[in-house]
């Protein structure tokens, strides 16, 4: 690697360029011109001491950059950690060493620990453009990685990261691999867990692709956005706790990987186990209850891939120490009647409080989830879960906790309203619900607005099985915004979502609950 | 896909993203707000019926963007092809469609020819990101493509750019599948060609990893920046030309697929067959020699691979009505004696004066490939080739037209003299030199400057199997500015590129020449 002698000033760009650091040149620098980066994509800026790597954009504007400057995106000056105006210099890049790891990946090699651990160090520091980082996630896609290669790098990425300790010997979780609308049961079993005391310090994503996640919806009623201090407070009176995780650098290496596997569209098994096990562990969990709904439109579509998906689990969770259950449950349609986070924190409420209006299939799911996860506990019988958790929840112990845990987080001051542009979306003609479109009915809401308006999204009144007349609704369409109720309107007419036919057309499903 | 009623005012900012469009936001813009774009990476930019593909980057500082505008980098706005000011809109963008195509590959499918053509289309248009762009690289290299995806691909490449078309039955080119330092032989080969009257019109690309390309050699001497009018003019008169081919949009696909294959360093051979063969059909090319040099660090290691090579070549070309040959040549040392633009250019003049300083292998390699692109001329009996192109070399009507093409294109104004700084770096022992380190003499090379730097580079003394005496000096390092200068020798200190060993030491080789 090769050091220039020109120095620039360093100046903070206003730009924020997720997660990929990004350095700016004028064209007309004297070191731009000197050391001949036009056909280099990537530098490395040095200044006392520290170094971080960038990608290059050649700027013609000095208002942007002047000629004497090296200009640095948001996360890349944070990151360097050097004031505005101190000295940098700035150097060809050399690709981190651990890409040549990531090329042998490509040529079909078998990585081991240590090429991991290289590869997952690299990226966490950032020294990974988003390409580079496209091409590890494809070349360690689909059938290219074997189960001991998922358990490298779910162990790279979790020793990547902080770790948090909660010094008791059961610190349970459960994490569904997501896909199903609805699917609130996190905001169930964790007051219903922790009011039988067991400890779930439950930290969850925002919705990327879905319409609305555990923190999306947990937000409607309270603040999720807590320091790491704040949430052991909360625990530790309260036993549980339903907050974001981005503020705790758990896995950090999981954030970045995902900011480029979801604008891919790209979702290997491998990733994912590694994903959600590094960031369970980090987060401090022994136990965990793992949720793989299958159906004609969830992530998982048979069910011989749900029992090779819950084999990798298991076999990375064990050797991670990590006590490890894995439940294949109905995702053939959404959870619940609401879809959005508004709606959502609705029916999960009517199940806390125990209104007859309550969703049954989310309250019993919910029930059977953490069931399971009581199960944990040496004390409780095996097969004895459901019950106690029923009885906690029908007594209004769960609610009772619910509403503590929603003090101690510190109560939602704002007022999410519903949505107020609304359309009822009828029946085309008389039959049974024979289907429903899970994928159809998330964009839908994400048409209308959620998770971003969380009043937004769609309110079924009719699930799988329920008889219908034509021009009956199928379901309620929430927007705020005029030009979102426009468009998912337009999508909810190119298709409802819903499929109307005979009892019999129903797809049929083997699963545990 | 949903239309926002917001309208921002288009704004081009100067900078230069490198192929890939960005758009830039303020992060308090209400469509930025209302939109949800944060967990988004890309946008539709739409006006007056025109619409491009753009990741978005959000912007902190109204200096750079102010709230009611988007801004555009440079090559994304000029692809917009609308003025400053006028009104855009912005939306949600879906990844392109053929993106479906590229997860098909990722999970091992096999894709057909509309699907190449969609994703070669898409690329070309600006709709895949770089990280998209890494992603369909990776899925589609190494051993994941067949022959006929190959031939689908380059296909698909060649529809996707212009084509050049010089109206004559027999239009004649070579190429190198690169790796080799000071391999100018095609600065031989089309004088000699041309002189014999075949139509031989070259456009070559500027060195990217390599201390120097055709055109960065042939611009020590001429003009290589040339319209295709003026191309056109020139070869009609003169049957050749040395150009640079990047005016032209030859396989524009290749171009930018080439801005994230190199920075990633991956280099798979269907990319290569595909490249190689849609830029020289788009050019216009009849007939083709390709040059594959083996040896311990060239590209092609051994011979069984060259020949697997060899044999994509021919079913491709073979299939796009290519006339092709394939010769396996010498590749275990550079050729000649210069590596870098300025003493490249003394190489070849050399020989073209028949100076018996002369590097004879290059001479020899050029005379060789000279006489065989000769033999595609029908008249030429099958073996004549050579001692045609060895008559039009020693009788001087080489040089002659190389002169007359030189002042065709313009000759040269500037002038580039050897860089000052030298070193000559010793041999550390007696014995012959049993090997020396084409990547390694590429990379001192290019740290001293070159190809920017055309008087940068290294003059090799001693080749394989010469006697060399202990402190005799091997080759001799120029650069221009004391930094390279620096960086260049410490890379000579670490290691020489050069083995000195017995003559036995020396690889073995069993190639054409």
């Not at 919806?217 to 201090?229: C, G, P, R, S």
């Not at 799988?464 to 034509?470: A, F, M, S, T, Y």
Request: charged share 25%; aromatic share 4%.
């Amino acid at each position: 690697m090769k050091t220039t002698e020109a120095r620039l000033k360093l100046t903070r760009l206003g730009i924020d360029t997720y997660r990929e650091n990004v350095a700016y040149l004028h064209r007309d620098c004297e070191v731009y011109r000197a050391e001949g980066f036009q056909a280099l994509s990537k530098v490395e800026v040095c200044a006392d001491g520290r170094r971080i790597l960038a990608v290059l954009n050649v700027v013609d504007d000095a208002d942007i950059v002047p000629l004497d400057a090296l200009g640095l995106s948001e996360e890349a000056f944070d990151q360097l950690g050097l004031a505005e105006g101190e000295t940098v210099s700035v150097d060809h890049a050399e690709p981190p060493v651990s890409m040549d790891a990531v090329r042998r990946k490509i040529a079909g090699e078998r990585l081991d620990q240590a090429a991991f651990h290289a590869i997952i160090q690299d990226i966490t520091e950032s020294r990974y453009s988003k390409m580079e980082i496209a091409a590890f996630l494809v070349a360690s896609g689909q059938n290219d990685m074997d189960r001991d290669e998922m358990l490298y790098l779910t162990r790279a990425m979790l020793d990547a990261g902080e770790r948090l300790d909660w010094d008791e010997p059961l610190v349970a979780d459960k994490h569904c691999i997501g896909g199903i609308p609805g699917n609130r049961t996190s905001m169930l079993v964790v007051p219903i867990v922790a009011a039988h005391g067991m400890l779930i310090p439950k930290t969850s994503s925002r919705a990327i692709t879905s319409p609305a996640g555990t923190a999306d919806t947990m937000e409607v009623l309270a603040k999720v956005e807590l320091d790491i201090a704040a949430m052991h407070d909360i625990v530790r009176k309260q036993r549980g706790c339903m907050l974001w995780g981005g503020t705790a650098r758990l896995s950090p290496a999981d954030d970045i990987m995902i900011s480029v596997e979801r604008p891919l569209g790209i979702d290997s098994q491998g990733q994912m186990v590694a994903s959600i096990l590094s960031k369970k562990l980090a987060a401090g969990s022994t136990h965990l209850l793992i949720d793989i709904p299958i159906g004609p439109t969830a992530k998982i579509r048979r069910m011989r891939e749900a029992q090779h998906l819950r084999k990798l689990f298991e076999y990375v969770g064990d050797r991670l120490g990590l006590q490890l259950e894995v439940v294949i449950t109905d995702g053939r349609q959404p959870i619940g009647r609401g879809i959005g986070p508004v709606l959502e924190a609705r029916d999960v409420m009517q199940v806390l409080q125990n209104d007859p209006e309550a969703p049954n299939d989310l309250r019993q799911k919910a029930l059977r989830l953490a069931g399971r996860v009581l199960e944990f506990d040496p004390d409780v019988r095996g097969g004895h879960g459901y019950s106690i958790a029923r009885d906690i929840l029908d007594s209004g112990r769960a609610l009772a906790k619910m509403q503590a845990i929603i003090a101690a987080q510190g109560e939602q001051t704002r007022d999410y309203p519903l949505g107020k542009l609304t359309r009822d979306i009828p029946a085309p003609a008389d039959g049974v619900v024979s289907a429903i479109d899970n994928l159809h009915m998330a964009r839908i809401a994400r048409f209308a607005g959620a998770p971003m308006d969380k009043g937004a999204g769609v309110d079924l009144f009719k699930k799988l099985g329920d008889p219908v007349e034509k021009g009956e609704p199928l379901y309620r369409l929430h927007a705020e915004f005029p030009a979102d109720y426009k468009f998912a309107l337009a999508l909810c007419e190119q298709h409802s979502g819903y499929t109307i036919g005979a009892q019999g057309d129903i797809a049929r499903t083997l699963v545990e609950f």
